[in-house]
């Protein structure tokens, strides 16, 4: 990947990046910071440009979800208001709208799309089996968030869409997702789970095992598995133009991941095989942002000498507070423990920040940009702090 001028300013990046692109996905290891970014993303969008913009979210945190406008989950695009903005004192050019992705919702929209009648969608949502197996499907959850992204993105309701993902254990489960779904529908499992009931005739070799199944689950259980892996393997080739559609959609050119992450040493190292994988795949990683970062002051080497000084000099700095107090009830040994442990407190942090800076640089070794984002001390769920949060992402070098 070609690496774009070192001089690349903040304010270049957002004019030039987001409002060029349709699609920008959010990605990278769990609970650094991707819901949040990818919610403070859009609204900077919205805010500075005169576009349409979707953020489509999973699972946030119930005080931004309520900020947002959103009651609950449901797969339904809410528009901000404009007496929402107003109340935060915010001006959009542009839209903003919001969605919570619903597995379950997503699922059933799938099936009426993909099934060949009626008759078939209704054998398929009856199925006892359908709402236990699609939760727990072969990275359902990733398949569908990409297949909700793909609809909304062929809807052309909006200029651009971000997208926040689930917190996967497999970094990448997402981007394969669609050719997991479409290797389920081929594979030799499922047609050795429904072969015997398709032909009605169960071969010799496999008799002894339907018969113990047939015992310990039950007739009706196998049944419900094979009429509705039947159904669904109806649906083969809809899914399997669908997953080419969604792989196209993810490394075309007006497609951007952004991987987030905060500068942990796991979640650092997860971040960073994700930015190899994409890399690989050769998908747009357009930046990495680097959240909860320690304040820049604990870097500098002119506030370790101070700290330094303060523990070095705690004796002598208490003696001379403690006897210029009014207050004279609190002796010089009280002032001394306090001063060397505001100084040691504050040598750790440090210690803390220059491994951030070390893993910093390994970043940027590996992608153009990079941009950092301090951690707040107040929570991040209203308009104001996301804005504040998009400005410190997207504007301020
Ligand atoms: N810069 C920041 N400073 C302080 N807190 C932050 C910052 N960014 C995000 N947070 C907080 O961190 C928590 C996790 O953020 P968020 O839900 O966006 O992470 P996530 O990556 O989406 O998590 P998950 O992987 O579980 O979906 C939230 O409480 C959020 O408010
Ligand atoms: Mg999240």
């Not at 062929?154 to 290797?183: E, Q, W």
């Not at 419900?224 to 399997?240: K, P």
Request: glycine share 4%; with cysteine; charged share 25%.
């Amino acid at each position: 990947m070609a690496k774009p001028s070192k001089h690349k300013s903040k304010s270049n990046l957002l004019e030039n990046l987001l409002p060029t692109k349709e699609v920008i996905i959010a990605c990278g290891p769990g609970g650094v910071g991707k819901t949040t970014s990818a919610a403070a993303t859009a609204l900077t969008i919205a805010l500075n440009f005169d576009k349409s913009v979707l953020v489509l979210t999973i699972d946030p945190a119930k005080r931004l979800a309520n900020a947002l406008g959103l009651n609950g989950i449901g797969n339904k695009e809410i528009e901000i208001s404009d007496e929402t903005f107003k109340e935060s004192k915010l001006k959009p050019k542009g839209k903003l709208s919001v969605a919570m992705l619903d597995t379950k919702e997503s699922w059933d929209a799938l099936i009426r799309r993909h099934a060949k009648d009626q008759a078939t969608v209704d054998h398929i949502l009856s199925n006892p089996l359908y709402k236990n197996i699609t939760s727990k499907f072969v990275q359902s959850h990733e398949y569908i968030a990409m297949e909700r992204l793909y609809d909304l993105h062929s809807s052309k309701d909006y200029d651009i869409i971000v997208v926040d993902t689930p917190p996967t254990r497999n970094a990448l489960d997402f981007l394969d997702a669609p050719d997991k779904m479409a290797d389920f529908f081929s594979s030799r499992l499922l047609k050795w789970l429904i072969a015997p009931y398709k032909s009605k005739l169960i071969s010799l070799a496999s008799k002894p095992f339907y018969q113990i199944a047939d015992k310990v689950l039950g007739n009706q259980f196998l049944q419900d598995i094979a009429e509705f892996f039947i159904a669904f393997q109806s649906m083969y080739d809809g899914f399997v133009q669908r997953a080419e559609s969604v792989k196209k959609l993810l490394s075309d050119t007006r497609t951007s991941f952004l991987v987030v992450s905060t500068l942990e040493q796991v979640p650092a190292l997860e971040a960073r095989f994700f930015v190899d994988e994409l890399q690989k795949r050769s998908l747009n990683l357009d930046a990495v942002i680097l959240n909860k970062v320690l304040p820049e002051h604990f870097r500098s080497k002119y506030e370790t000498e101070i700290a330094r000084n303060i523990q070095e000099q705690a004796k002598i700095l208490s003696e001379t507070l403690s006897k210029s107090s009014q207050n004279n009830s609190y002796g010089a040994e009280t002032y001394e423990k306090v001063f060397l442990e505001i100084a040691s407190s504050f040598l750790n942090f440090q210690k803390v920040a220059q491994q951030e800076a070390a893993l910093e640089s390994e970043f940027a070794d590996l992608v153009s940009i990079s941009t950092k984002v301090p951690f707040h001390s107040e929570p991040i769920n209203d308009l104001n702090a996301l804005e504040e949060l998009g400005k410190q992402i997207w504007m301020q070098n």
